[in-house]
């Protein structure tokens, strides 16, 4: 069964450091996603992706927030300056063309800001 | 206008009983509604969903029944094993063409099923 791949799956970084999530959604898939998840809380949904550009954010995601698709299979997240508050586990998620179709989760990963 | 409500938030359950969680939502304009399970350090995985269309879908053991004029939606599961103990997440969408489909997550139920 096609997989949504994410890297690391754990990071520790120091405050104010720049980190980078790494994902690989499923290879027909046409929008992306990424979700993150503070210990014990429900998932958030942060951002979707379409078409080589964002198409919907939610409050969470500010300017410290960017993602990238840098190639054909890749899809980043990238947090510039880390808050102790953004640690959290990240998921990334993709689906197809029907945008309910296959859409399917990473196993995440667990970003912690010391 | 976006929240989804979840309830309980946590449930024991003995073997073989039925495992029964809640969900409320506000908007109107959700159109689907899937259900998440989630084992500790993965990634929520699709259990069953369902559009407003229809009151009821069974898969297996699972069965989501849906009431749009309560708006309320629930997932029961039968003959409850230990290993179905995992959170569950129900969850609301509205597909964008362009847009995809944005989850909007209840809070969670915390299932325990002893053996």
């Known amino acids: 069964e096609p997989e949504v791949t994410q890297t690391p799956s754990h990071q520790v970084t120091q405050m104010g450091q720049e980190v980078i999530l790494r994902c690989v959604p499923i290879s027909n898939h046409l929008y992306f996603y990424w979700y993150r998840q503070i210990l014990g809380q429900k998932v958030e949904f942060l951002v979707s992706?379409?078409?080589?550009?964002?198409?919907?954010k939610s409050e969470i995601f500010d300017d410290q927030f960017s993602v990238e698709r840098p190639d054909g299979s890749n899809f980043t997240l990238k947090i510039r300056s880390t808050k102790l508050e953004d640690s959290a586990m990240y998921f990334c998620?993709?689906?197809?063309?029907?945008?309910?179709?296959?859409?399917?989760f990473g196993s995440g990963t667990r970003l912690t800001v010391v | 206008q976006q929240q989804v409500k979840q309830s309980p938030q946590s449930l024991i359950v003995q073997k073989g009983g039925i495992s029964i969680i809640n969900c409320a939502y506000e908007n109107t304009a959700f159109d689907y509604f899937p259900w998440y399970q989630q084992f500790p350090g993965k990634g929520p995985a699709l259990l069953i969903a369902?559009?407003?269309?229809?009151s009821e879908k069974k898969e297996g053991r699972f069965t989501i029944s849906f009431n749009k004029s309560a708006k309320q939606f629930s997932l029961h599961i039968m003959d409850s094993q230990p290993g179905d103990s995992a959170t569950y997440f129900c969850a609301a969408s509205m597909e964008g063409e362009t847009s995809g489909s944005r989850l909007t997550f209840g809070e969670g139920t915390q299932l325990t099923v002893n053996p």
């Open positions: 992706f379409y078409n080589n550009e964002i198409s919907e």
């Open positions: 998620a993709s689906s197809d063309w029907d945008s309910y179709y296959g859409y399917t």
């Open positions: 369902i559009r407003p269309d229809v």
